[in-house]
Every structure is written in C-alpha cells, then in structure tokens.
C-alpha cells in the first residue's frame, strides 16, 4: 500500500490562495500597451511587435513616466498581445453573428 508523508495535507504545501505572489503588470503599463494594440489596428503601418512594445516602454522608463521594474519582460508582452487578439476576434465574431441575425 502507498503510504503517504505525515503532514501532506498541512496549509504550507497548499498551492491555492497564492495568487498574490506572482508579479503583475501595473495598470499603467496595461493601458500603455493597450493604446500600442489599438494603434496598430487603426493603422496597418503603425503595426508593432512586442520587442518594439519593451523598446517603447523602456523610453517611458527612461523619461520618467514609470519605474524600471515596472516593464514587463519580452514573453510576457507576447503572452499578453496574443491574449488581447484573442479577446478583440472573439468580440468582433459575436459582433459579426448580432449583425447577420438583424
């Protein structure tokens, strides 16, 4: 039979209710990146990759406008503009859907 270790079940080796223990993008950086996707779909030309997004936001850094471990890291801005793209096709097929059904 399988014996298992006393205590595996104690609070310590709990792996939920952590969620504040991961870093987060604050809602500035958030809302910059934002502006940076949506510019892109306004304009074509104006289309950036997420190392352009990190060389953007460390000029903000640079001039001031937020701190330095405020910038997230390269796949995190990739992870987070695939995210993005997801949620505006998702939004434009329903929209899509309403408009065929009228």
């Known amino acids: 039979m399988f014996q298992m270790a006393k205590g595996w079940a104690s609070p310590t080796y709990a792996k939920f209710r952590k969620k504040g223990d991961e870093k ?37 850094m640079h001039f001031g406008e937020i701190k330095e471990d405020h910038v997230p890291q390269l796949n995190t801005i990739k992870k987070g503009t695939a995210i993005t793209l997801e949620t505006f096709k998702a939004a434009s097929f329903s929209l899509e859907q309403k408009l065929v059904n009228l």
């Not at 809302?31 to 030309?45: S, T």
């Open 24 to 60: 987060r993008i604050k809602p500035k950086v958030v809302n910059i990146l934002k502006q940076f996707f949506l510019n892109e779909n306004l304009n074509l030309k104006d289309k950036m990759i997420a190392k352009e997004m990190r060389d953007e936001l460390l000029k903000f």
